[in-house]
């Protein structure tokens, strides 16, 4: 089967290592286990206890139930039996794709986006119709007429990212409602990267599509809004128990069960909901502060504001295409940035402003500012 090329992944995989300022990624500050823990006030001794204890063996096959109905306290309609441990957010959406995505199915990505939620049903021989989202100086925006006439017999899925990645974008509870209605007419899936959700700027968790609609399917990740990466755990929610069959039988194919310490890790954090996304909320909503004050005063830049999310999009107008402008960033500034050709875009940029510590945020963008005073068109 081919697929094509992670953009994103194989540039990290280049380059991550070799500069000094990380100001691509799309995590936030991780904590060490010994942080979490007393941020939460748990007691650090019964931790270990209950840790070194352990017995190392296969964890229940569809997930520790704490986890699950950690999971499912972050829905409104949704009960820990209609959650799927998986191996990271993008353990969730491959599931997913393979499950329910055949050859000859329509699929509508809504673009830019993760990768993953679009490559993997072209490679399964589905034909996927993308979308771009549009701007203006208020923001991103879907274009619902365009959307609708996209649609065909036999759309079986639309799928869409938000928080946007790479975007900072979040989708309007109208719009979701909107593609809610579109897909219930075609009997379709309405299938989200949720990655981000809790991670909404001004209200934190926003309107999640497994909430509202009963063939939605919501893909999450401890590794976003948690600051949880190395956990590697993500899940699938939704109120479709076909789905759930399907995915079910698809992932005994592809893994037996998620890590037993992972798992008990990520449920002390999620019955700590609100302290870890207080902490990560307000951490996000510091450096994005940070980031706008930076993007608005190089001229050579534009950008439109992010609502949620790490991540901003900055666009340059300039000779270079996006992939020789960030590696001549990398060359003369040891400064990592993402080039828009990843998404399909050009003369853009994504940029992260949470996974740094504030002072190297800081001394990073200095550089970038000095490299673009400097460039020449």
Sequence with gaps: MYIKPFGVERWLADYETVVDYNLTSTSIMPFSLRELVELVGA???????????????????????????????LYQNISADQVISTHGGVGASQLTMLSLIEPKDQVIAI???????????????????TLFMEYNETGYFIDMDKLAALATPKLKAIVFNSPNNP??????????????????KYNAYLICDEAYRGLTHNTGFS?????????????????????????RLGWIATQDQAVMQKIHIQRDYTMIASGGIDEYIAALALKNKDIVQKRNLSLTQKRVEIFNDWINSVPQLTCVPSKGGTVALPYYENSLTSAELCRKIIEEKSVLLMPGFVFGLEKCFRMGYARESEEKLKTGLEKLSDFFAKLIH
Excluded at 111 to 129: M, N, R, T
Excluded at 211 to 229: P, R
Aim: charged residues 25%.
């Design 43 to 73: 007691d650090e001794e019964q931790v270990k206890e209950e840790i070194f204890s352990l017995t190392l063996n296969y964890g229940e096959i569809v997930g520790k139930k704490d986890y699950r109905k950690g999971i499912a306290s």
């Design 111 to 129: 673009l830019p986006a993760y990768q993953q939620i679009y490559s993997v049903p072209e490679s399964l021989g589905a034909k996927v119709d």
């Design 167 to 184: 975007t900072g974008d979040v989708a309007s509870d109208e719009d979701i409602l909107t593609m809610v209605q579109m897909a219930r």
């Design 207 to 231: 309107m999640s599509v497994a909430d509202v609609y009963e063939k939605g399917i919501s893909l999450g990740s401890m590794s976003k809004a948690f600051a949880l990466a190395g956990l």
